[in-house]
């Protein structure tokens, strides 16, 4: 909508592969806009700080998802399959491992493998509504972090056609790999706690992530989860749908991106507020003109109180 306001010759959209990145990165830029991983995020700011160009950065990270044992089950299990399986998985937001009381983890499970079925008529591979993995190589990666823990649904994989299907792992433990790097595809790992405090820990094992999730209806719960973990934005019993709201500023925060844009934020993000100051000629005030007698510095130390 905005694009459609502004002048053709002034946008431009170049397709290419990491040498026209480098290219774009030389030249002196007002504004450096970059959306993908962390490793190239630092990268793309190295190359702005020669020229000292403002940067917004979206990288990621391992957002997690919690559920409480008093979350409303039927609702998580179709809201956290839908925020996780949009673009396959592909998503910066997009929930990367999920952990659950032990005491509705297989209740869960049983609800969320329903949900997903239902979403592709058990044929993910022949459904117009499921996507594919950006590339083979991407394939291959996700193939070896599926190695960890059990496979309760999903698994298949296919690297010629590009489809990895939706895929729940359970019994997965904080230091297995599928812990160690962010997913970026249809796999949800799944991790059970006795504890609710448990969850603080597993989640800052990794760096301050994009996005949290969390599921429960209880309140002190949730403002208690607010205070204790650091992201750069949160959904409470939702997934995804905060970066649809335009009065919601999004991004970052240290490992997982900096600056903010959506809505009025993204106006300010991309524009030079520039401070303008007017004098008027009529009068000149005398006072701040040395040489400064102690009755000046009186009347001066008075004026800025």
């Known amino acids: 909508m905005i694009l459609s306001k502004i002048p053709r ?5 170049i397709k290419g592969n990491h040498t026209t990145n480098d290219y774009l990165l030389e030249q002196k830029f007002d504004y450096i806009f970059f959306t993908g991983s ?11 700080a020669e020229n000292l160009t403002p940067v917004s950065l979206e990288l990621g990270g391992k957002n997690p998802c919690v559920v409480a044992a008093d979350a409303r089950l039927d609702f998580a299990a179709k809201r956290i399959a839908w925020g996780k399986l949009i673009n396959c998985g592909q998503t910066c937001v997009s929930p990367d491992y999920l952990l659950i009381d032990n005491r509705v983890k297989d209740r869960f499970l049983e ?22 993995i950006i590339s083979q190589e991407n394939v291959l990666r996700l193939e070896e972090l599926m190695k960890s823990g059990q496979i309760v649904l999903g698994g298949d994989t296919d690297a010629v056609t590009r489809f990895v299907s ?5 019994d997965v433990m904080p230091g297995d790999p599928i812990m160690q790097e962010e997913i970026f595809g249809p796999v949800l790992p799944v991790i059970g ?3 609710f405090g448990e969850v603080y ?23 208690e989860f607010l205070k204790k973990t650091r992201s750069g934005n949160v959904a409470i019993n939702e997934t995804v749908m905060q970066i649809a709201s335009p009065y919601l500023p999004y991004g970052g925060v240290g490992p997982s991106g900096m600056g903010r844009y959506h809505g009025k934020k993204s106006f300010e993000t991309f524009s030079n507020m520039r401070s303008v100051l007017e004098k008027s000629n009529l009068v000149d005030i005398w006072i701040r003109y040395p040489p400064y007698s102690k009755f000046k510095t009186k009347i001066i130390s008075f004026l800025m109180r």
């Open 193 to 195: 706690f006795e504890k």
């Open 201 to 223: 820990g597993i989640i800052e094992q990794n760096p301050k992530p994009l996005a949290t999730y969390i599921f429960s209806r209880d309140k002190k719960l949730v403002r």
């Open 111 to 132: 609800l969320i493998s329903k949900e997903i079925r239902s979403f592709f008529n058990n044929d993910p591979k022949n459904s117009n509504d499921f996507a594919r």
């Open 166 to 170: 939706p895929t729940i792992i359970k």
């Open 9 to 13: 010759e002034l946008v431009a959209l």
């Open 38 to 48: 962390p490793r190239v995020g630092k990268l793309v700011m190295k190359k702005a």
